[in-house]
């Protein structure tokens, strides 16, 4: 068996992680983004079966929003998942209709999403860039079904 400095660390490639002083430019690929519910547990999320089948919502515990998108990531040059909250898609909310008074999509540009803080204290900021770079052609998206997405 391996020592502990020999152990190779897996980390779940298919969602990006947006660490504090790490930016990273994303091309949104998806026209809109799956809706999910999780609720808060001490082993991690718990996603939410809906309220007349859930034991956590039976139970008086509200369930979190959460959406998930295929992005195109310009740093790791690769599709992704981006999975996020009410404060970053309020943010891309605000964007996607302000390109709309200009005839574009949010499809049509490429988005800097940094992050500040760490864990529950973690925000993110979302800007819109000038110049989108060019993505390739044919790439293959994930499927954003809920028992499709595994967390």
């Known amino acids: 068996m391996a020592g502990y400095g020999d152990v190779v660390i897996k980390s779940n490639s298919k969602f990006i992680k947006i660490e504090a002083g790490a930016p990273q430019d994303l091309r949104i690929l998806d026209e809109s983004p799956s809706e999910l519910f999780k609720h808060a547990s001490k082993q991690g999320p718990v996603s939410c079966l809906g309220e007349n089948t859930c034991l956590k919502c039976a139970s008086g515990d509200s369930p979190t929003q959460k959406f998930v998108t ?58 819109p860039r000038m110049t989108a770079k060019p993505i390739p052609q044919n790439l293959t998206l994930h499927k954003l079904q809920n028992n499709d997405i595994s967390f």
């Open 70 to 127: 295929n992005v195109y990531s310009h740093n790791m040059n690769k599709v992704l998942l981006w999975e996020y909250g009410g404060g970053v898609a309020k943010q891309l909310k605000s964007i996607a209709q302000t390109l709309e008074e200009e005839n574009k999509t949010i499809l049509d540009v490429d988005l800097k999403v940094d992050a500040t803080g760490s864990g529950k204290e973690k925000r993110y900021q979302v800007t």
